[in-house]
């Protein structure tokens, strides 16, 4: 049984950092791109960032550049995401979800084939 778990949300003030991590399982890690997505209250769910197989490469929205790292290590199988300076516009559930497909890294939520079941992050200004 497939699972990713993530962790690390919570409430942080505007400037603030947060660091999530997403742990797997019931699946060959290191075969799979992971992204993390997000759902602010009351919109749609949205790429946040993206990472190859490898670690090799990454991708992010525009809007987290420069603030967001995401990192992976196939060996504990797990992936992180560190959030710099947030702002209140980054308050939403972070979902990260494995990618099985090979090639470059989606953005499309359709694309990929298991989720986990979020984490709340709150960023209060």
Not at 27 to 48: D, S
Not at 53 to 81: H, I, P
């Amino acid at each position: 049984q497939v699972q990713l778990v993530e962790s690390g949300g919570g409430l942080v003030q505007a400037g603030a950092s947060l660091r999530l991590s997403c742990a797997a399982s019931g699946l060959t890690f290191g075969a799979y791109h992971v992204g993390w997505f997000r759902q602010p209250p009351g919109k749609e769910r949205e790429f946040v960032a993206g990472i190859s197989w490898n670690g090799r490469y990454t991708d992010y929205a525009d809007s987290v550049k420069g603030r967001f790292t995401m990192s992976r290590d196939n060996a504990e199988r797990t992936v992180n995401l560190l959030m710099n300076n947030l702002k209140p516009e980054d308050t939403a559930v972070y979902y990260c979800a494995a990618d099985a497909t090979s090639g470059s890294i989606r953005k499309s939520d359709s694309s990929y084939d298991y989720w986990g079941q979020g984490t709340q992050a709150t960023v209060s200004s």
